[in-house]
T-cell receptor, first 110, second 113 residues
Framework: GESVGLHLPTLSVQEGDNSIINCAYS??????FIWYKQESGKGPQFIID?????DKRQGQRVTVLLNKTVKHLSLQIAATQPGDSAVYFC?????????FGPGTRLSVLP | DGGITQSPKYLFRKEGQNVTLSCEQN?????MYWYRQDPGQGLRLIYY???????QKGDIAEGYSVSREKKESFPLTVTSAQKNPTAFYLC????????????FGEGSRLTVL
């Protein structure tokens, strides 16, 4: 597989537990945020997004929280499954500019 | 199915050679992007194009070139001037709007021997 994700922070969770992955963003003018999931050797897949006029958005088993005061974004995954093992990274956007975080590796333990 | 196709998935190059990575999309997206991904780092923008026959340099354009002759295609050439070309390259596209979401291809892994 790809060497993407070496030296990344790692979060290990027990199967069935909830996972929380955090991301700090840099630009207070960013108005749109995205979480991506990247499995080894593959391209990133969209998980969920949120606009700056919202604090929370829920999808299927995932929730994104946005705290604009401290420029912090989090992704919560409920009832984590083995298939959730991957690298997760956030992206902030302003206009057509995208800035990506380095990512967090999620490891699901049996 | 609609999507972005990158080829080849794996490519080996000798030092001093130029190589071209292909990116094709059938999503009817206006904007296309090339990113480089290195271990432990966020995606870095190489080039992007918002319309046909127009493109702009990203943060790390040196040693790379692109063309946008068709809406569907945005090939990236890694030239011999790129000092450290071994990396995972990702192509992406989006609508030219404030929707913002980027759709990614499956990536191309370039290794310089």
């Amino acid at each position: 597989g790809e060497s993407v994700g070496l030296h990344l922070p790692t979060l290990s969770v027990q199967e069935g537990d909830n996972s929380i992955i955090n991301c700090a963003y840099s630009n207070s003018a960013s108005d749109y945020f995205i979480w991506y999931k990247q499995e080894s050797g593959k391209g990133p897949q969209f998980i969920i997004d949120i606009r700056s006029n919202m604090d929370k958005r829920q999808g299927q088993r995932v929730t994104v929280l946005l705290n604009k005061t401290v420029k912090h974004l989090s992704l919560q995954i409920a009832a984590t499954q083995p298939g959730d093992s991957a690298v997760y990274f956030c992206a902030e956007t302003y206009g057509q500019n995208f800035v990506f975080g380095p990512g967090t590796r999620l490891s699901v333990l049996p | 199915d609609g999507g972005i196709t990158q080829s080849p998935k794996y490519l080996f190059r000798k030092e001093g050679q130029n190589v071209t990575l292909s990116c094709e999309q059938n999503l009817n997206h206006d904007a296309m992007y090339w990113y480089r991904q290195d271990p432990g780092q966020g995606l870095r923008l190489i080039y992007y194009s918002q319309i046909v026959n127009d493109f702009q340099k990203g943060d790390i354009a040196e040693g790379y070139s692109v063309s946008r002759e068709k809406k569907e295609s945005f090939p990236l050439t890694v030239t011999s001037a790129q000092k450290n070309p071994t990396a995972f390259y990702l192509c992406a596209s989006s609508t030219y709007s404030n929707t913002g979401e980027l759709f990614f291809g499956e990536g191309s892994r370039l290794t310089v021997l």
